[in-house]
């Protein structure tokens, strides 16, 4: 059974950089599309980020673009997510997620959250 852990969330100024990890257990992370959502308190979840398989693919949600950068080192058994330049908007808690398809799957533009195993989140929150 897969087990993902998230980590590296605090508090941050507007501006700020944070990295998250997700880091797997109970089995190993390479055939797996891993995403990132997030949930902002009275707001519905957002699918974030999102790298396939093999780093074939990577998915960055608009919202973040240019900002956020997602990426895996399956040796370590972990996903990382870069964040630069937070900002208010950014605040949330953060999920990992992963698929056992293998590749990201998004719905228009939206990375669709139908995965199959989740962590708990981690939460960063941006404020001055």
């Known amino acids: 059974q897969l087990q993902l852990v998230e980590s590296g969330g605090g508090l941050v100024k507007p501006g700020g950089s944070l990295r998250l990890s997700c880091t797997a257990s109970g089995s190993t992370l390479d055939s797996y599309a891993i995403g990132w959502f997030r949930q902002a308190p009275g707001k519905e979840r957002e699918g974030v980020s999102c790298?396939?398989?093999?780093?074939?693919?990577?998915y960055v949600a608009e919202s973040v673009k240019g900002r956020f950068t997602v990426s895996r080192d399956d040796a370590k058994n972990t996903v990382s997510l870069q964040m630069h330049n937070l900002e208010l908007e950014d605040t949330g808690d953060y999920f990992c997620a992963a698929s056992g398809v293998g590749f990201c799957v998004l719905v228009g533009n939206s990375l669709k959250g139908d995965m199959d195993y989740w962590g708990k989140g981690t939460s960063v929150t941006v404020s001055s």
């Open positions: 790298i396939s398989r093999g780093a074939k693919a990577t």
